[in-house]
């Protein structure tokens, strides 16, 4: 499977961005959005996962102003991003696998990354 993300750009805070991960293909379990700030860890944003219902998991600093969303017929991910504050600037990266259910936010959940896409928000 590859991961490509796009859409990512300089905005000023409060504006808005929407970002999008084209898939090869669906194999997996869970597709998500994890964020890299300059000099820090990289971070969960959000996911949805598919076991035996389909749920929707967002971290606590995007609550209220992301939405994720995914088109199945084009294997594509998405992150509405609205609000947007200074400290959201990042590298985003969508993520794909299997993550048991209580790992769902873990960067060692996700076997299939792309390459990243660098969202700068000024203030």
């Known amino acids: 499977v590859q991961l490509v993300e796009s859409g990512g750009g300089l905005v000023q805070a409060g504006g808005s961005l929407r970002l999008t991960c084209a898939a090869s293909?669906?194999?997996?379990?869970?597709y998500g959005w994890f964020r890299q700030p300059p000099g820090k860890e990289r971070e969960f944003v959000a996911a949805?996962?598919?076991?035996?219902?389909?749920?929707?998991y967002y971290g606590d600093s995007v609550k209220g102003r992301f939405t994720i969303s995914r088109d199945n017929a084009k294997n594509t991910l998405y992150l509405e991003m609205t609000s947007l504050k200074p400290e959201d600037t990042a590298v985003y990266f969508c993520?794909?696998?299997?993550?048991?259910?209580?790992?769902?936010?873990?960067?060692?959940?996700?076997?299939?990354w792309g390459q990243g896409t660098l969202v700068t928000v000024s203030s």
């Open positions: 993520a794909a696998g299997n993550p048991i259910i209580t790992h769902v936010s873990a960067t060692e959940g996700y076997s299939t």
């Open positions: 949805i996962v598919s076991y035996s219902s389909r749920k929707i």
């Open positions: 293909e669906r194999t997996f379990r869970s």
